[in-house]
């Protein structure tokens, strides 16, 4: 398959996409401006500002409202607009490391991973929220770049990636013993890329973005590789489903380090009719 072009090169490092059910649009960050953006019908971007210089993970809240992890801690507020986020805690204070990526448990809890800014190896650790009642949690430590974070379609189990590796980890899931019991799903060649962001589709498919490799691969339940998406830009970071029916994967590119006269398309929204639906995204519960 081949992904479409379907949005000018609107940030500069995309990531994150989140299909807003409360707009019906497309929501993504561009991560390292602190910056949340929303396609409108017309696919223009409507950028907004959160209460940091890094923006990585968007999330609604149940009841209304948005979750965005930000720097080093977590925003939370009740406007779709975002003009009310505030952040209420703080998961790390090391100026060296930001937060990346993660989502939400079936429960309804934030798990968001980090990385150092000099991706060292073994600086980044994954941290478990469960609301403003509540303290961070160190879930484990000990990688570089935290990437992924996708549960399966009954949330019996979910993957995570440490993109370095080239290896996307599945984990069992309960309530109260987390995600446990690490053990490979499927290990990428380097020369085909380095796992970035996932989603999984409502059949246990995995897709996987490939940066560095130009596409998007999907992993069947088994870790059969069974379909890949391709793109005219190298860096591909992240995608998930929507638009009616969940049909649609979005997938977002970045152009982070490249000179202004190489991959002009890159930082664009690309799509494709991925051929299964996906699901809607979890919800933060606090």
């Known amino acids: ?15 994150g996409p989140c299909w807003w059910e409360a707009t019906g649009r497309l929501r993504l960050v561009d991560m390292l401006a602190g910056v949340v953006v929303e396609l409108d019908d017309d696919v223009r971007p409507t950028r907004m500002d959160v209460p940091s210089s890094v923006a990585s993970v968007i999330r609604p809240r149940a009841g ?6 930000t720097e080093h801690g977590v925003a939370l507020g009740r406007a779709e607009d975002l003009s009310d986020l505030l952040e209420v805690t703080t998961l790390l204070t090391d100026s060296a490391i930001r937060t990346n990526e993660g989502g939400c448990d079936p429960d309804g809890r934030l798990w968001i991973g980090t990385m150092a800014y000099a991706q060292t190896p ?4 994954v941290y478990r929220w469960d609301g403003p009642d509540a303290k961070p949690i160190t879930a484990w430590d000990g990688a570089t770049i935290c990437n992924g974070l996708g549960f399966n379609p009954d949330g019996t189990c979910a993957y995570w990636t440490d993109t370095p590796t080239g290896t996307i980890t599945l984990l069992d899931y309960d ?9 490979p799903f499927v290990t990428i060649d380097h020369e085909d890329g380095y796992p970035d962001g996932l989603a999984v589709d409502a059949e246990g ?13 999907r992993y069947a339940p088994d870790g059969t590789l069974d ?3 391709e793109l005219p830009v190298r860096q591909v970071t992240a995608c998930a489903f929507g638009e009616s029916g969940f049909g649609t994967l979005f997938i977002t590119t970045s152009r982070e380090n490249l000179p ?9 929204v690309y799509a494709v009719d991925a051929g299964v639906r996906g699901m809607a995204p979890l919800p933060f519960r606090g």
Not at 64 to 69: F, I, K, N, R, S
Not at 207 to 217: E, I, K, M, P
């Open 1 to 15: 398959m081949k992904a479409e072009r379907v949005s000018d090169s609107i940030t500069y490092h995309g990531e």
């Open 64 to 69: 209304g409202g948005a979750l965005v992890t």
């Open 122 to 125: 073994g600086d980044a650790v």
């Open 175 to 183: 309530a109260g013993a987390g995600l446990v019991s690490p053990r």
């Open 205 to 217: 498919g995995v897709w996987t973005a490939l940066n560095g490799g130009s596409a998007v691969r």
């Open 227 to 229: 379909a890949v998406v």
């Open 260 to 268: 202004d006269d190489v991959e002009p398309a890159a930082g664009s």
